[in-house]
T-cell receptor
Framework: ETGVTQSPTHLIKTRGQQVTLRCSSQ?????VSWYQQALGQGPQFIFQ???????GRGNFPPRFSGLQFPNYSSELNVNALELDDSALYLC??????????????FGPGTRLLVL | AQSVTQPDIHITVSEGASLELRCNYS??????LFWYVQSPGQGLQLLLK??????LVQGIKGFEAEFKRSQSSFNLRKPSVHWSDAAEYFC??????????????FGKGTHLIIQP
């Protein structure tokens, strides 16, 4: 069984640019959640996708957007990058539409640096 | 809105000694409670979770946690730590009312250092 994978592992962008991060879900999982983890902080929930639709969102501005594809892989897009967007971005996949009864499996993350 | 406090930023424990990591939460009712571990270059791994029932829950790698409603706490324990337990530990809560779509709220983490 393949675990959750993310690409790229590291990324450097400049302020104002746009970035796309990718996540491949674990086999059989239909739900993907994205989290932002700033240095020295715990992860913060960005949003969740289930059956290709956003079904939950944290306190992040609209320039953070996402997609989920029919194979349940997902993308996180961030427009107009700001210095504070520098962080580790984690995705997590699970079954069951995001129910907490189902375990979330996290990928290793993409580390984004905005200069 | 729920919140999580992990009072200890760093904890140093000798190998073989017992461990307790503290977690306090704020939520109007009983939330779902989780402990995750994060090693360098690794994603978060679930150690254990509490939804209801027995307040002492067993997890992987010899960890356990106890839910205490009166103290709004969910402390993680291990009777004897190994050098491989050195990592960052996160306590998290989930709101049952949201059905999971609101995501987890994490604490800031406790960095565990193991002394030989």
């Amino acid at each position: 069984e393949t675990g959750v994978t993310q690409s790229p592992t590291h990324l450097i962008k400049t302020r104002g640019q746009q970035v796309t991060l990718r996540c491949s879900s674990q086999s059989g999982h239909n739900t993907v959640s994205w989290y932002q983890q700033a240095l020295g902080q715990g992860p913060q929930f960005i949003f969740q996708y289930y059956r290709e639709e956003e079904n939950g969102r944290g306190n992040f501005p609209p320039r953070f957007s996402g997609l989920q594809f029919p194979n349940y892989s997902s993308e996180l897009n961030v427009n107009a990058l700001e210095l504070d967007d520098s962080a580790l971005y984690l995705c997590a996949s699970s079954r069951g539409g995001g129910s907490f009864q189902e375990t979330q499996y996290f990928g290793p993350g993409t580390r984004l640096l905005v200069l | 809105a729920q919140s999580v406090t992990q009072p200890d930023i760093h904890i140093t424990v000798s190998e073989g000694a017992s461990l307790e990591l503290r977690c306090n939460y704020s939520y109007g009712a009983t939330p779902y409670l989780f402990w995750y571990v994060q090693s360098p270059g690794q994603g978060l791994q679930l150690l254990l979770k509490y939804f209801s029932g027995d307040t002492l829950v067993q997890g992987i790698k010899g960890f356990e946690a106890e839910f205490k409603r009166s103290q709004s706490s969910f402390n993680l324990r291990k009777p004897s730590v190994h050098w491989s337990d050195a990592a960052e530990y996160f306590c998290a809560v989930g709101a049952p009312s949201g059905g999971g779509a609101d995501g987890l709220t994490f604490g800031k983490g406790t960095h565990l250092i193991i002394q030989p």
